[in-house]
């Protein structure tokens, strides 16, 4: 553990992934009519879950001591959600968007609060049909909380670059490696946070939004972080649901150490430069539309510099707390993730060769399934 003072902080993780549901044959999105969470739950319980599209299934780990728990909880979740999806003849896919189906032939799970979101949203939320990875990073203490989602908004368009994984959208190459959040950006309240001056600020603001009928509660709140409404936690959900598990717990596992820095420097009476949202905003734009190939802007120096350069320097800063979170040898993945390329990167290059979404659908359910 942390000598004093970070000891304080256990910086537990919690870890959500979204799979698409499909037809072997066709190898379409298709609904499973809550089969696939009905059967997977009992041995599962309440980690598999529905969501708002039929197509869709969610698991959740365990709250969780390490990294190397987190990596063995999804690890089960996927094995368990395939096996269950296979003797029912579905398969399950990781990636932020399905090639090529269309939004508009998927079913819309029956639940009263998919209906209000529906009936709200419209078009906007029939047709966000995406899959996303959230990462949960313990924190009790709320001040500290908002303070870290301010200063740590300036590292998500590193981690998300090194997600991207939804380069396609209903038949097309978008030029995007990650199209998914461009889809996302039609819901309200998403996006980059702004900057609060405490957990009272931040309070004001939700309570605004409640009495004036914006929202009801705020889990309604979808920003790409957020302190977490009922958990004690610091809720990251920006990036796309990785292809494989590995990967996955790499960039919860950065999330974890990010946090962990960032709350060692504030007990240290220092702290990470707090960047206006319009200039990171900038930056996940280009990691949107560039990944890990692309170049994010340095606002230190005032100048661009390649992506993957700025991830070397993020876990250059991160270095002094791994080992006492024990994620050393889990963030030594991520040079291998660099020159491997990211999900996006690996689903362009087999439709390269292979001139066939099909094909790149294939891929996809394979590599949810390896290594585990």
Not at 15 to 21: F, G, K, T
Not at 83 to 99: D, K, Q
Not at 128 to 151: C, E, P, Q, R, Y
């Amino acid at each position: 553990m942390f000598t004093s003072p970070v000891s304080m902080e256990k910086f537990t993780l919690g870890v959500e992934e979204e799979y698409m549901v499909i037809d072997p044959q066709s190898r379409e999105l298709i609904s499973h009519d809550q089969k696939i969470v009905e059967v997977a739950s009992r041995e599962l319980n309440d980690h598999v879950k529905a969501e708002m599209h039929q197509a869709v299934v969610e698991v959740g780990t365990r709250v969780c001591q390490h990294v190397e728990e987190a990596w063995t909880d999804i690890a089960h979740l996927r094995r368990t959600v395939a096996r269950v999806a296979g003797e029912l003849g579905f398969r399950i896919g990781a990636a932020g968007t399905h090639p090529f189906s269309h939004w508009s032939t998927q079913l819309i799970t029956p639940n009263p609060r998919y209906d209000e979101i529906v009936n709200e949203m419209q078009e906007a939320a029939r047709s966000n049909l995406i899959f996303g990875l959230h990462v949960h990073v313990g924190l009790s203490d709320k001040n500290m909380a908002i303070h870290i989602m301010n200063t740590i908004r300036y590292f998500l368009p590193h981690v998300y670059a090194l997600s991207t994984n939804s380069p396609f959208w209903e038949g097309r190459n978008t030029g995007y490696k990650s199209f998914r959040t461009k889809v996302f950006d039609k819901f309200p309240r998403t996006g980059l946070p702004d900057f609060f001056n405490d957990w009272d600020d931040y309070t004001n603001y939700v309570n605004l939004l409640i009495k004036t009928n914006c929202i009801d509660n705020a889990k309604k709140i979808w920003w790409d972080v957020r302190v977490h409404p009922f958990f004690n936690t610091i809720e990251f959900r920006i990036c796309d649901v990785p292809l494989r598990a590995d990967e996955t717990i790499t960039i919860a596992a950065i999330f974890q150490a990010l946090v962990a820095k960032l709350y060692k420097l504030r007990q240290q009476n220092m702290s990470f430069i707090v960047y206006n949202r319009a200039l990171i905003n900038e930056n996940k734009w280009r990691a949107s539309r560039y990944g890990i190939d692309g170049k994010l802007i340095d606002f230190g120096k005032l100048a661009e510099v390649d992506t993957r350069s700025l991830i070397n320097e993020l876990l250059d800063f991160i270095d002094d707390v791994v080992d006492d979170l024990g994620s050393r040898n889990v963030l030594s993945r991520v040079p291998h993730m660099l020159r491997e390329g990211t999900g996006a990167d690996r689903q362009l290059a087999v439709f390269r060769e292979t001139g066939s979404l099909q094909k790149v659908v294939d891929y996809i359910t394979d590599q949810t399934l390896s290594g585990l």
